[in-house]
């Protein structure tokens, strides 16, 4: 049974419009969430993350939406570009250990192509 | 400031062998864990390692154990080696009350 759940693998997008991935949970205890890329060959580099008790959280060009009542959140980027082709995983956590992140729960992955 | 380091990056085992892989956590980071992706997959859980103990276990056999150094540096090794066992393993070190994990570059393991 999936906890966290990418149903699109895989998005294609025109260079510098808007990119948004999504992502679904079922665990209502879950209280962090990150968002990883992860080219070929390398391991995940984090992203941007939000916590349970905001709604948004900005970085730049990235910014991550949680709708707790949906169990939802989504990745948005604006405006992409090519080198943001990767393959874009969410992540989510319970922070059972004095504040520190337990386990990570990953979904499968989408695979974004940002076209020239 | 180094990342998480992992070694060795590639390696072929055969079937029923045993295998080591070992991780440096980043600079400060204390909390080490192990995960592993197979292809197409997102990576999963195996063990966290904190104060030289292993702190939390996720769904895989006793084949898979580890350890983790007075340095917070960490090894993973698995026994009586399976096909299945065939993937990316990958190594994620945090610090103490830190929310964000960050991972290495990974050790692709293939058994034969």
């Known amino acids: 049974d999936q906890q966290v759940k990418q149903n699109s693998p895989s998005l294609s997008v025109q260079e510098g419009r808007i990119s948004i991935l999504n992502c679904d949970y079922t665990n209502s205890m879950f209280d962090y969430f990150l968002w990883y890329k992860k080219y070929p060959a390398e391991g995940p580099t984090f992203l941007i993350s939000?916590?349970?008790?905001?709604d948004k959280n900005e970085d730049g060009r990235f910014t991550v939406f949680l709708n707790k009542s949906a169990k939802h959140l989504s990745l948005h980027i604006v405006p992409s570009q090519p080198g943001d082709s990767a393959v874009y995983f969410c992540?989510?956590?319970?922070?059972?250990?004095?504040?520190?992140?337990?386990?990570?729960?990953f979904g499968k992955g989408t695979k974004l192509s940002v076209k020239p | 400031d180094a990342g998480v380091t992992q070694s060795p990056t590639h390696l072929i085992k055969t079937r029923g062998q045993q295998v080591t892989l070992r991780c440096s956590p980043k600079?400060?980071?204390?909390?080490v864990s192990w995960y592993q992706q197979a292809l197409g997959q997102g990576p999963q859980f195996i063990f966290q390692y904190y104060e030289e103990e292993e702190r939390q276990r996720g769904n895989f056999p006793d084949r898979f154990s580890g350890h983790q150094f007075p340095n917070y540096s960490s090894e993973l090794n698995v026994n009586a080696l399976l096909l299945g066992d065939s993937a990316l393993y990958l190594c994620?070190?945090?610090?103490?009350?830190?929310?964000?994990?960050?991972f290495g570059e990974g050790s692709w393991l293939t058994v034969v």
């Open positions: 939000i916590s349970s008790i905001k």
């Open positions: 600079s400060g980071h204390d909390t």
């Open positions: 994620a070190s945090s610090p103490v009350g830190g929310n964000t994990i960050y």
């Open positions: 992540a989510a956590s319970r922070g059972d250990y004095g504040g520190s992140q337990g386990n990570l729960i």
